[in-house]
């Protein structure tokens, strides 16, 4: 092949979505990444049920040597997930009203309250004897921020709660229930802005 051919066929294939970490280091996927991103573009463009800003923060893919930059990822992904929860706000405002969307934002955020309003160290259930968690003082750190948040309306943004992260311990937090609530908050933020 020749330096033309070979030019010419390097610049006919697809230009990466998103930076690429060298070989060494691991990202996402980026078929993976995105195929996704085109189901969710298609879905926002075409107003199509089937996928919506829950749908997008629960995306996962893949870690592959050489894949997508995974911040870079997580941003965009932060941004579609922004764009489907105002199309869904306004889609509730258009047909039932905004006392509805307030009303609705106003009862997860109560509901959050309440579940944080347990004691330290038992908001939430506990892996086993032998099972690692989240750990406890590190969840209940951030379950005070998100209290003071919807309590006394100190900042925390979305993308704050987004990128929290705990270490691990034995006899921690249930994973599944943190994110779950976790994922709540999102919502009442996305809700309210």
């Known amino acids: 092949m020749t330096d033309s051919a070979r030019s010419e066929s390097a610049s006919a294939a697809p230009s990466p979505s998103f930076a690429v970490v060298s070989r060494r280091e691991k990202g996402y996927q980026r078929a993976a990444v995105d195929t996704f991103l085109a189901r969710a573009r298609r879905a926002f463009e ?24 995974i911040a870079a990822v997580d941003a965009a992904l932060a941004r579609v997930e922004e764009a489907f929860a105002q199309r869904e706000r306004a889609a509730v405002v258009a047909s039932d009203g905004a006392s509805a969307w307030v009303g609705r934002a106003r009862t997860d955020a ?11 160290g038992h908001r939430f259930a506990r892996t086993g004897l ?3 968690g989240y750990r406890v003082d590190e969840v209940d750190h951030v379950a005070k921020r998100i209290v003071r948040f919807l309590r006394d309306g100190d900042a925390l943004s979305a993308e704050q709660v987004r990128q929290t992260a705990f270490r691990m311990q034995r006899r921690g937090y249930r994973e599944e229930q943190v994110d779950a609530l976790l994922d709540a908050t999102i919502d009442v933020i996305l809700a309210i802005r």
Request: charged share 25%.
């Open 130 to 132: 032998l099972t690692f």
């Open 46 to 69: 075409e107003e199509a049920e089937g996928i919506d800003s829950s749908d997008i923060r629960g995306a996962s893919f893949p870690l592959v040597r050489g894949g997508y930059d």
């Open 110 to 120: 109560q509901v959050i309250l309440d579940h944080l309003s347990r004691p330290q």
